[in-house]
């Protein structure tokens, strides 16, 4: 059983998915505390109805990263919980080396497009404007870079003619909720094993 952090600033959808697969059994693990850098993420009120100790951080002066003070709170609570795993979930600050460090090949996020390709900001509506025919989603590991570290699991989805942004990205969504939780078990079952750029699933047990 892992013992999983969420850090959050809006929505929650993901991590809504994560704290539901835990609780039926598809994750081996438990989400043990929700962290957000915006007092009014709605995402907070979520996990505090489904019983989960969810908390506003202050993220310090810096705009789009976590530094600091602020990093320092944020690693003494994750530790506080004895947290194994950390899930980035629509979390929109960069981590920078200190946290890394402290959660080496521990820290997950979940991204909406099919990396490389559209990273950063509102990827839905650049794979949009672009113009492919397939778009998805990537959750990968934590690493200095924006959006760049080692990928775990993928899923594509069609773009059509008809979509707007919004369209796909509801059409993503739905593909984000099913793989974070997948990427989630295998973590916890110890499959996951980075090597340089790319990670390796290893096969499952008996069960
Ligand atoms: C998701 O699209 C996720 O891929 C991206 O931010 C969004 C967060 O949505 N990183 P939610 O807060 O999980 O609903």
Same mark, same amino acid.
């Given at each position: 059983?892992?013992? =999983? ?12 998915? &994560? ?20 007092? %009014?993420?709605?995402?907070? !009120?979520?996990?505090?109805?489904? *019983?989960?100790? /969810? ?14 003070? /602020? ?5 003494? &609570? @994750?530790?506080?919980? #004895?947290? %194994? @795993?950390?899930?980035? /979930?629509?979390?929109? #600050? ?9 959660? !080496? ?13 559209? +990273? *950063? @900001? !509102? ?9 492919? $025919? ?38 993503? @969504?739905?593909? !984000?909720? $099913?793989?974070? +939780? ?18 390796? =699933? ?6």
């Amino acid at each position: 059983m892992i013992r =999983i952090g969420i850090l959050v600033s809006g929505r929650g959808s993901n991590m809504e998915a &994560i704290i539901d697969a835990c609780k039926e059994g598809r994750i081996d693990g438990e989400v043990v505390v929700v962290l957000s850098d915006r007092p %009014d993420a709605p995402a907070l !009120e979520k996990a505090k109805r489904k *019983g989960i100790p /969810a908390m506003y951080v202050p993220p310090g002066k810096k705009r789009y990263s976590l530094v600091g003070e /602020a990093e320092e709170e944020y690693i003494r &609570i @994750l530790r506080e919980y #004895r947290v %194994d @795993l950390v899930c980035l /979930a629509g979390f929109m #600050r960069i981590i920078k080396r200190r946290f890394l460090s402290e959660f !080496e090949g521990r820290i997950m996020n979940i991204h909406p497009s099919l990396l490389p390709s559209f +990273p *950063g @900001l !509102e990827a839905q509506r650049q794979a949009w404007e672009y113009g492919v $025919r397939f778009s998805g989603c990537t959750v990968h590991f934590v690493d200095e870079t924006v959006d760049g570290g080692p990928i775990i699991l993928q899923a594509v989805v069609p773009v059509f003619d008809d979509d707007t942004p919004e369209s796909l990205a509801e059409r993503i @969504l739905k593909e !984000e909720h $099913r793989i974070y +939780p997948e990427a989630i078990q295998l973590f916890a079952e110890g499959r996951l094993r980075i090597e340089g750029r790319k990670v390796k =699933i290893l096969p499952g047990g008996e069960g």
